[in-house]
């Protein structure tokens, strides 16, 4: 808060935020226009435009994720970790939108948001606003690992083979602390936001346990294995084979040095056809 600050003003500069996520969601695009200055600055996805004309021909143009039928949208916003600073006429406001989406296929997102608001005649309006999307905040939730998104592009998960899995994991406990997931036939360690793994039934049989050598192999987690194999047969001529691993589909190939890596889909755990957009609001987040 600045020094100026009133707490009805924060209250309306926030209940403008709600209302301009809420309307662009709709794709109500005339009442987002309402909310600008005439002289607005916007930034978002690496583009910028100036005036208010420029910015709503942008705006209307702006995807907000598929659209089933009945709907304008399939996304849901979350707005948080919000920081307001005011003076008389002019405010700035920091804050977070987790955005979960997609009506077949899910993904999330983070956008990192600041704005300018410029009070004209007792009416807060919004003058500035810059969109990140490549920025992190530890305090928006993240979703499963199993749901594509931009904040984690991909995990990279590495694996030991090993003899006997209890005894690997007896050694490795004391130093990385209990393994996440344990099955008959492999422990998963959290690391980050990866795992390490530990696997006494590799997945090849190329793949073993030679005392002295360095045995592990790496697992990168990918959108698509299509793509992946499209782009390897351009870049080299090897077996590559196909296998079901736990929840997903694994590619198993190797790389110039012979090199054995792993690429891994998972596949889509979205059972709703159709998700109704909406917006959590500040109230509900308790600020």
């Not at 794709?27 to 420029?54: A, C, H, M, P, Q």
């Not at 782009?231 to 090199?259: F, H, V, Y």
């Amino acid at each position: 808060s600045g020094s100026h600050q009133l707490i009805e003003d924060k209250r309306k500069i926030m209940d403008l935020i709600e209302t301009y996520h809420r309307h662009w969601l709709d794709r109500r695009n005339k009442e987002v226009s309402e909310l600008l200055d005439e002289e607005i600055v916007r930034f978002r996805d690496g583009r910028i435009t100036y005036g208010l004309t420029d910015t709503f021909k942008r705006i209307k143009n702006e995807s907000r994720g598929e659209r089933p039928s009945g709907y304008a949208s399939s996304m849901q916003l979350e707005i948080v970790d919000m920081q307001i600073h005011s003076e008389i006429n002019f405010s700035i406001a920091l804050y977070s939108v987790g955005i979960k989406g997609g009506a077949r296929w899910e993904y999330s997102d983070l956008a990192t948001i600041f704005q300018v608001f410029h009070k004209v005649d007792d009416k807060w309006k919004i003058i500035g606003h810059i969109e990140n999307f490549r920025l992190d905040n530890p305090n928006v939730r993240k979703l499963p690992d199993t749901v594509p998104n931009r904040r984690s592009p991909f995990n990279f998960d590495f694996v030991y083979p090993v003899k006997n899995l209890q005894r690997a994991i007896d050694f490795y406990s004391p130093l990385l602390g209990s393994p996440e997931i344990v099955t008959s036939t492999s422990a998963s360690f959290r690391v980050g936001d990866s795992y390490f793994e530990l696997d006494s039934e590799p997945i090849d049989d190329r793949i073993g346990v030679i005392n002295g050598r360095a045995n592990g192999y790496g697992i990168i987690n990918v959108n698509s294995l299509s793509d992946i194999r499209d782009q390897i047969r351009g870049l080299i001529d090897i077996n590559m084979k196909t296998k079901p691993c736990g929840l997903a589909e694994c590619l198993i190939t190797e790389d110039t040095s012979g090199n054995i890596v792993i690429f891994r889909e998972y596949k889509s755990t979205n059972t709703s056809p159709n998700k109704k957009p909406t917006i959590q609001s500040l109230s509900e987040l308790g600020q």
